[in-house]
């Protein structure tokens, strides 16, 4: 692996160069984006030059997809013509199916390898790109097909994947799906719909609230912008996650004043502390 | 105000010690609490002497009760026959309507007067009181009848409120048990049942998680023993903050691929953003 080309070099583009030189990687890293934020990439080191698409793409033996989920599928779109046969595509998408899906029509299956690395900021862009941002997190990989790992290219990746400090998980894209809508579309539509429901019921009264309220409603500051594709190419799981806490929360209506709550309420608190061991 | 009585020197009833203190008060402050409670309390200096229920209750100018919501319901049907006339008895409860309702019925009308300092921390007990844990926060009052506030001991009541930093605003119990039905109560329920439902259907899965399921599940962590008796004396008011919380969660299921969700996302936004102003 000698050249790696960065698509979408912000966040986590930016991140992954980063954190690939920090690992050790010696070849070079060219970065697809637009001219301002390839002027920052370039001077933070998180690339070491800019191309366009085609060029950058046709001398990778890495392609990284680093761009909002609706820009990964218009590349996928596009990509298979220009890319070598030994090349690797891979992505750092938040769905996996869609994704998978239009790469298993659009590019040689063997060639792509969709990907999600569970990291992030509340600060976007290349700016607040960190070499160690991959540190300690899992990686997910989701192969259309097993056998996709055992090609020396994703071997090489997932070696690099590792130096950077991630822990692999490999997934099927469904199952990948599934489980993000729980652990982070639903919260992030739950904070949504209790910032939006207590801004209609009681958004004039916000000095009379304890500090909860602040915690549970901070990925509500979240852009629209970045959900938007989300939420498009995962809404069957996230309906179903959705569907899952209301009828969770008519449990809890339903049985305020009796032991039931008693037993939801010590299962939370016992997923809480996991969470933050 | 010459002898203060603190009912509960937990985390609120210690601050309030510390913090009147802090304010200048020059008169001494007795502690009704448990054995081990009263030695940490003593030792930090959140109150002077302890004394049983009844001498402590006898002495005072100001009663304050800061206990569970329970312990303060059954102490109200207690306290009238050792009180002075001219004592004040106020409380630091979360709910209102019940305690001031049991108070109507107990105690003579206008020596009682309902609180809820909006103030709070993730520790508990006295050892985590602090002299500023009212500065800048809310300090709901809900007079039974609005003329209780003009009465000497309210005034001089509400005068160490202010000096403690704390911003005094004036609501009906029922007002004040509606608002925080949504802007304290719902957070918690609606973080306990997203850890319950995660719990239940990813909770073998949390290493795929992003970092906002922790935000939105710290709540979650809260003791029941803290909520039970919330939840049983606001019962009515949070069923209808769920009702109205499913509801929205339900337009948002509904209206997932078009651009209403947009709107409930910049509506959140904007509340989450003056929530942190």
Not at 87 to 101: P, W, Y
Request: net charge neutral; with cysteine.
């Amino acid at each position: 692996m000698q050249t790696v080309a960065i698509f979408g070099v912000g966040l986590i583009g930016g991140s992954f160069g980063l954190a690939l030189k920090k690992a050790g990687f010696k070849g070079t890293i060219v970065g697809v984006s637009s001219e301002a934020t390839v002027r920052v990439a370039l001077e933070r080191g998180a690339i070491d030059e800019a191309a366009p698409m085609a060029d950058a793409a046709r001398g990778a033996d890495l392609i990284y997809l680093a761009q909002p989920i609706g820009r990964i599928l218009d590349t996928l779109h596009h990509l298979d013509s220009y890319v070598n046969s030994g090349t690797l595509i891979t992505d750092a998408g938040s769905t996996k199916s869609a994704i998978v899906a239009t790469a298993r029509q659009h590019i040689g299956r063997c060639a792509f390898l969709g990907g999600h690395p569970m990291a992030g900021k509340e600060k976007r862009g290349v700016a607040a790109a960190d070499a160690e941002l991959f540190r300690d997190r899992t990686y997910v990989l989701t192969p259309d097909d097993p056998a996709e790992l055992e090609r020396q290219p994703a071997k090489d990746f997932l070696g690099w994947v590792r130096r950077m400090g991630a822990h692999p998980v490999v997934l099927a894209p469904e199952e990948h799906d599934r489980i993000v809508s729980f652990t982070s579309h639903l919260p992030q539509l739950a904070s949504t719909a209790l910032a939006a429901t207590v801004a209609e019921q009681a958004g004039d009264r916000l000095s009379v609230a304890g500090p909860g309220l602040a915690d549970t409603t901070r990925l509500a500051l979240s852009s629209f912008e970045l959900w938007r594709d989300i939420l498009a190419t995962n809404n069957v799981a996230i309906e179903q996650a959705l569907n899952a806490y209301i009828r969770k929360l008519e449990h809890v209506r339903d049985h305020l004043r009796t032991r039931e709550i008693q037993s939801e309420f010590e299962i939370a608190a016992a997923l809480a502390a996991t969470l933050r061991k």
